[in-house]
């Protein structure tokens, strides 16, 4: 059973950073995909990043380019989220994703952590 646990949330100050970490658990994940998603207070949750397993090609939207990095640790089956310049609009539950193939949806997901940025 695979298991994504998120860990690095919390409050900071706009133009403060914080580093998110994923550990996937249950399976190595050599080929697929994991993804950082996030979801505002009535908002849709929307893709904020993501990074390929096996070559570590990488996406961000275009509200965190410049501002966020995601990496990743295969030997650690970790996924980590370097956040930069933190804005209020940056504020919600960051969720981690994976997948086990390039193409179709991400069918792991973790449970969350708080990302709030106060203004």
């Known amino acids: 059973q695979v298991q994504l646990v998120e860990s690095g949330g919390g409050l900071v100050q706009t133009g403060g950073s914080l580093r998110l970490s994923c550990v996937a658990s249950g399976r190595t994940f050599s080929s697929g995909a994991m993804g950082w998603f996030r979801q505002a207070p009535g908002k849709e949750r929307e893709s904020v990043s993501t990074?390929?397993?096996?070559?570590?090609?990488?996406n961000y939207a275009d509200s965190v380019k410049g501002r966020f990095t995601i990496s990743r640790d295969n030997a650690k089956n970790t996924v980590y989220l370097q956040m930069n310049s933190l804005k209020p609009e940056d504020t919600a539950v960051y969720y981690c994703a994976a997948k086990a193939a390039i193409i179709g949806p991400y069918n792991y997901w973790g449970q969350g952590t708080q990302v709030t940025v106060s203004s």
């Open positions: 990074i390929t397993w096996n070559r570590g090609i990488t």
